[in-house]
């Protein structure tokens, strides 16, 4: 079904548990950056019942390639553990996720000039948001969603196929509704186990000269503001432009544009054109902002390394000061990324009550996987008003604060990252 080399398909298709080749290039000069230990995967939250059984966790390991630079994970986990059927994220419930998704259907409908009819698939749909910003300039869409969150965007009007893509699934598609002039991948794409069986599936269900549109967390903002909560099972890869390059050529593609994006505390989208097109003059000055940075050998790495050991132990320091004064610190938000801060720093419900969660999020009533710390209605801040709680969505932390103030809340804020702050 495929004109790419098998070679290439076994490289990019990885095996699962522990990896001792680059997921990208191949190379096995692999250096590692920062351990973050044994962790349970970040999105399987637990229900009461489940905090009475055995918990998996699995090795955490951040690495970095010095053949072709890309910064990575050493462990795979099964998709079905991480994207299981009650995966409880929806991109629709926050209000600046959501005006970025529509911004981003109108930043591509733009780049690539799309015209109104055509059709337009996102992978990894989730509730249906990005879709619906494509929809409302005309465009037809399809949705590929492997949970049952992809149940709220086919009530929303949004018709979505509930299943993990993959080459099979790209022809069928194709024999289905006609070739896609747009496949977006946001925030998935550094999250496939099989990349080269999605890559073939895309090359089957796009147009010729059409566009491939990922985003994924941007490494050179990773490294600079210590994001090493970003890092957890679901994301095997964290992209610069440099691999990236390297990873569209083999299966026809050409990587024309990219932009840096606010996104989860920035991101890259990155624009691959099926055959050949003109290349963008911003592809090469990201290249050289990223050589500037250092991102082509190791001591951006070990920095951002030894930051992130430093970072965690001076958080220890202030909950367990905090502690001695009988203070105990409820958290602001639940995002995965929650899960790796946490479970790094040792926070527990000795120290951590609860996380306060949005009245319309998936996760309240469960309770956080590791630190089994539980997820409540945010109302509960305002009702005990806390000395200090700690902002889990520090990524965001800007709109969250004034948004909290304005409601009423007087407590002392605690930002985790980049450096450790106290907002009062």
Not at 337 to 359: C, F, H, K, W
Request: hydrophobic share 40%; aromatic share 6%.
């Amino acid at each position: 079904m495929s004109s790419v080399p098998s070679t290439v398909g076994a490289l990019h298709d990885l095996p699962l548990g522990s990896l001792d080749r680059c997921q990208v290039c191949g190379g096995t000069e692999l250096e590692p950056i920062l351990d973050l230990g044994h962790q349970p995967p970040c999105d399987s939250l637990l229900t009461p019942a489940q905090l009475r059984e055995p918990e998996a966790t699995y090795p955490l390991n951040f690495l970095v390639c010095t053949t072709c630079w890309l910064a990575q994970i050493d462990y795979v986990v099964a998709p079905e553990v991480l994207f299981h059927p009650d995966y409880p994220y929806r991109s629709g419930i926050t209000e600046s996720l959501r005006r970025n998704l529509h911004a981003t259907a109108d930043t591509v409908i733009e780049r690539a000039s799309v015209e109104p009819g055509s059709l337009v698939v996102d992978i990894g749909s989730n509730d249906g948001t990005l879709l619906l910003g494509f929809a409302r300039h005309g465009m037809r869409v399809l949705g590929v969603e492997a949970t049952n969150v992809a149940r709220i965007a086919i009530e929303d009007g949004v018709e979505t196929v509930q299943a993990f893509f993959d080459e099979e699934l790209g022809a069928r598609l194709r024999e289905e509704h006609g070739a896609a002039t747009i496949i977006t991948a946001t925030n998935m794409f550094a999250h496939v186990q099989k990349l080269g069986d999605l890559m073939r599936g895309v090359s089957h269900l796009l147009d010729e000269g059409g566009t491939f549109v990922t985003e994924s967390h941007y490494l050179l903002d990773l490294l600079r503001t210590v994001q090493y909560d970003s890092i957890y099972h679901e994301h095997l890869k964290f992209y610069s432009l440099r691999p990236l390059l390297k990873l569209f050529e083999p299966y026809g593609f050409t990587l024309t544009d990219v932009d840096r994006i606010p996104n989860y505390g920035g991101s890259i989208r990155v624009y691959a054109v099926k055959g050949d097109a003109p290349v963008s003059p911003r592809v090469e000055e990201l290249l050289a902002e990223e050589e500037r940075a250092g991102l082509d050998g190791l001591d951006a790495f070990r920095r951002f390394g030894e930051q992130a050991r430093e970072s965690k132990r001076a958080l220890q320091a202030l909950l367990s000061d905090l502690g001695e004064a009988g203070q105990l610190v409820p958290g602001i938000g639940c995002p995965g990324r929650a899960s790796t801060l946490l479970n790094y720093a040792g926070v527990d419900p000795d120290t951590m009550p609860y996380i306060a969660e949005q009245s319309t999020s998936l996760k309240l009533g469960l309770a956080l996987p590791g630190t089994h710390i539980r997820v409540v209605d945010e109302q509960r801040l305002f009702d005990e008003q806390p000395e200090h709680a700690l902002m889990l969505s520090w990524h965001y932390a800007e709109p969250i604060i004034a948004s909290l103030r304005k409601r009423g809340l007087r407590s002392s804020i605690i930002v985790p990252l980049p450096e450790l702050r106290v907002l009062d």
